[in-house]
């Protein structure tokens, strides 16, 4: 069964930068299109990317288009979030979650989910 593993949250100023990852194993990522969510306190979850199974499309939603970049790594098994510009609106507990077939932003199409990484932008 695929696992997933998220890491690279943090502290960070307003205005600065985070990359996060997501590393697969027990099974190949490339089978599975990835995206990432989070979730602030009192919100339900908000899809913020996602990135097809060989790389080629991704998607993202209007607050964090021309902010964020997903790029995956199949040799490496791995999925990545770049996040820059961060404001105090982004933190949140980000998820990264594997889905058969193609992009999604709906969170129940997602099959395998990571446990989280703690995002928190504040000066």
């Known amino acids: 069964q695929l696992q997933l593993v998220e890491s690279g949250g943090g502290l960070v100023q307003p205005g600065g930068s985070l990359r996060l990852s997501c590393a697969a194993s027990?099974?190949?990522?490339?089978?599975?299109?990835v995206g990432w969510f989070r979730q602030a306190p009192g919100k339900e979850r908000e899809g913020v990317s996602c990135i097809s199974r060989a790389g080629e499309s991704t998607n993202y939603p209007d607050s964090v288009k021309g902010r964020f970049t997903i790029s995956r790594d199949n040799a490496q098994n791995t999925v990545y979030l770049q996040m820059n510009s961060l404001n105090p609106d982004d933190t949140a507990v980000y998820y990264c979650?594997?889905?058969?077939?193609?992009?999604?932003?709906?969170?129940?199409?997602?099959?395998?989910w990571g446990r989280g990484t703690q995002v928190t932008v504040s000066s």
């Open positions: 979650a594997a889905a058969y077939g193609i992009c999604s932003g709906d969170p129940g199409r997602y099959v395998h």
């Open positions: 027990g099974y190949r990522s490339d089978y599975y299109a």
